[in-house]
Structure formats: C-alpha cells, structure tokens
C-alpha cells in the first residue's frame, strides 16, 4: 500500500475510534492526528516513506538511518544520565533496532505494535486506542498484499491474505480506490460526528 492509502486508513480507524470514544474539540483532532501518524509509523525502516519524509525532509535519504541511531542513542544515555522514564529506554532501543531493520520487518510485527501502543499509554494514555488501531490498520493493509507481514517476527514467515483470494498490489487501481473509500468515508463520517 501506498503512503496515500495508509494515512486514509489512519484516519478512517481515528475517525471510528473518535465516535466509539466520544471524542469532541481538541480531544477529536489529537485523535485523528494520531491514528494517521500511528498508520505510517511502521513505514519508518522505508528512507523514502512518507513518514520519514515529515521527519527528515531536510536530510539526505541516506542518512535517515543514522539520524533515528543518533536519536535512540541520545535517548538512551539520557535515561541512563537522568533516571528518565522506562518508556524512554523502551522507545530509544526500538528507534536503535528500526535504523538497523530491513523493511516490512521489525516494524511490521506484533513486536512492534505491542512497544507502540506501550509507549503510548505511558505518555499519552488518551490515545493509545487511537493510536494501536491506526498502527494495526497498516499491519492489515499491508497483509492483503502478495509480499505480506512478518507478523511474528524475528520469525521470517510472513502473513499474507493473497493466499486467501485477497491480493492487492501497491500502487495500482485498488490500493488508490482503497484509500480514496477510506478517506471519503472518513470525511464524511467526521461530518456527521461534528454536526451530530
């Protein structure tokens, strides 16, 4: 799936995460922002994803690695220097493991999505839901197509729906109907969550 198509999907789970909560204001733009930024995160092993991207526009593509090991290092003497928070550690050794995983590897797993949504709920429990359905929305997304999810990584047998009848090839006519369904189907659910 495309970058396009992931942040669709974010926002249509923040979108139904948001109505399931009651999420109202600020409360419901924190929300959608996060089931987004949640449903390109595991994108952040691709250099040239979307996600990294936002984050290191500026930097060459070839040194997007070293920058998420320069940061998970600095991390982690800070927790070592100022007793910071377990969740920094935690955060700072998964950034370390990303800039050293090939794609669709580490990030794409259930390892992944159980630090994510961990991390989460120690710095912003509010969100946590929002943010593990718009992480596990890419883990699906990307399960439908032929190469498939090492869901259970370091385990390397990959999940796929192909096998299922359920095939869909990046970047083609379904991924983009994929994601326009999703995002029209959020704009207009947001619609009725804010007149409703």
């Not at 669709?8 to 419901?28: I, N, P």
């Not at 326009?180 to 947001?190: F, N």
């Amino acid at each position: 799936m495309t970058g396009k198509t992931h942040a669709s999907l974010g926002l249509a789970t923040g979108t139904a995460v948001a109505w399931y909560t009651g999420a109202q204001g600020g409360e419901l733009v924190f929300t959608l922002a996060a089931a987004t930024v949640a449903a390109l995160l595991p994108d952040l092993d691709e250099k040239s994803s979307k996600i990294n991207q936002a984050l290191f526009g500026k930097l060459p593509r070839s040194y997007r690695s070293a920058a998420l090991t320069v940061i998970g290092i600095a991390g982690v003497a800070g927790f070592i220097a100022y007793e910071l928070p377990l969740w920094v550690l935690v955060l700072s050794l998964f950034l370390v493991g990303v800039s050293f995983a090939a794609h669709r590897g580490l990030t794409h797993s259930l390892i992944a999505l159980i630090t994510v949504v961990w991390v989460t709920s120690q710095v912003f429990p509010l969100f946590t839901l929002a943010v593990g359905t718009g992480y596990l929305s890419h883990l699906l997304a990307d399960a439908v197509t032929s190469q498939g999810v090492p869901l259970f990584w370091p385990w390397q047998k990959r999940v796929s729906l192909s096998n299922a009848g359920v095939r869909i090839r990046t970047g083609r006519t379904t991924d983009q109907v994929t994601g326009a369904l999703a995002g029209w189907g959020s704009g207009l659910m947001l619609i009725w969550l804010i007149f409703a």
